[in-house]
């Protein structure tokens, strides 16, 4: 789409693409610690006190309300694309709980003197037909006028109270299984420097518009403990948000980290987002590497994910289920990758990447 016949690049508008946008860690928790703590009711299952992925609060003995929200500037330039990214990124908070969604709300913040309706009303169309994909009706939402274009929905989706999967209930022996690869992050770098081509912008659109409704099924199955999705704090961030609110560590096996190739090729000729420096820089004193790990790698593990995969913290006996399960879905990639361990004491660090 053009404007005075020049084309619309969507992430011209935006200083950050998708969920590499994001507060980073270390400044959020700041602020988050001066935000004045509310009415915390019994019936609320899960609030913030864990950084988790959705709200969680018990309606009755057999249903409890997920609610979350996610929104964020264009990661690709395409706006129909850009629509189903955000879209498929919000309801992954939804899955990551164990819940299924019912509906959701559109957020759209626009600059109104900039794009034309043609392109907004794509950015809406790609979100609905997500949606549509979920099972679920955009019942309603909000607009605003804004300097850089924004989408996203307020997920709503329902669990068994008993079935709720948090990030902070892992347990010492489990084993840790991601289901996408990581380097969606890299790619839109790429993307933003011309130097991605038509095969990897496909598998980046592969991934981050693949739903994770496999979190239903995962949350369903006995000895599946924690889970959590894989997003703008990049896998060692999400990870150690597991092991403090789990108080246990993390080991993770290098080799057996699922990476999308192209991915792993830029990040190694130095193509990588600013975001993955910030994410290290706020959390990288309580990760320990070893020794010859090279910079690309480490770049990888904390690379901005964008409608990344689920994290599964399951016993070693429901592995062999949770990767079936995985793979059943149309996760080919996921894999395990790790394990949860007992921090001991005046251990300095919380994950350990080998």
């Known amino acids: 789409m053009t404007v005075d016949s020049k084309p619309i690049r969507l992430t011209q508008f935006s200083h950050g693409g998708g969920c590499g946008c994001k507060i980073a860690p270390g400044l959020l928790q700041e602020i988050l610690a001066r935000a004045p703590q ?71 913040g626009m600059p109104i003197a900039q794009l034309p309706a043609e392109v907004i009303g794509r950015v809406l169309e790609g979100g609905a037909a997500v949606c549509r994909d979920a099972g679920i009706p955009i019942a309603g939402g909000h607009s605003i006028d804004v300097l850089e274009p924004i989408y996203g929905l307020v997920g709503l989706g329902l669990v068994h109270p008993q079935r709720v999967r948090r990030n902070a209930d892992a347990h010492a022996g489990d084993v840790l299984v991601l289901g996408k ?21 496909a598998d980046m659109l592969r991934y981050t518009t693949q739903l994770n409704r496999v979190g239903i099924a995962l949350g369903a199955l006995d000895g599946v403990h924690a889970m959590t999705d894989v997003t703008g704090f990049g896998l060692a961030g999400h990870l150690l948000e597991v092991c403090r609110g789990s108080g246990l560590s993390a080991q993770v096996e290098l080799a057996q980290v699922p990476v999308i ?14 975001a993955s420096a910030r994410n290290e820089a706020a959390y990288g004193a309580d990760v320990a590497w070893a020794p010859g790990v090279p910079e690309w790698q480490r770049h990888l593990l904390t690379d901005p994910q964008t409608s990344g995969g689920l994290l599964v913290s399951c016993s070693p006996g429901a592995l062999a289920r949770v990767l079936d399960t ?29």
Do not use: W
């Not at 018990?58 to 309300?65: E, G, T, V």
């Not at 990581?182 to 991605?196: M, N, T």
């Not at 995985?326 to 080998?354: D, K, N, T, Y």
């Open 181 to 201: 690869p990581l380097g969606v992050g890299i790619l839109s770098a790429a993307l933003k420097k011309g130097l991605l081509d038509a095969a990897g912008y």
């Open 38 to 108: 509310g009415i915390v009711p019994p019936e609320l299952l899960v609030g913030t006190e864990t950084s988790d992925d959705a709200a969680v609060y018990r309606l009755n003995d057999s249903q409890a309300l997920v609610a979350t929200t996610d929104f964020f500037t264009p990661i690709v330039d395409d706006p129909y694309d850009f629509g189903r990214i955000a879209a498929t990124n919000a309801l992954s908070d939804i899955y990551a709980m164990g819940g299924t969604p019912i509906m959701a709300l559109a957020l759209v």
């Open 326 to 354: 995985f793979h059943q879905a149309g996760f080919a990639a996921a894999a395990a990758i790790g394990g949860m361990q007992v921090r001991a004491p005046g251990q300095g660090s919380q994950l350990v990447c080998r």
């Open 261 to 274: 190739e192209a991915a792993a090729r830029f990040a190694a000729e130095g193509v990588v987002t600013g």
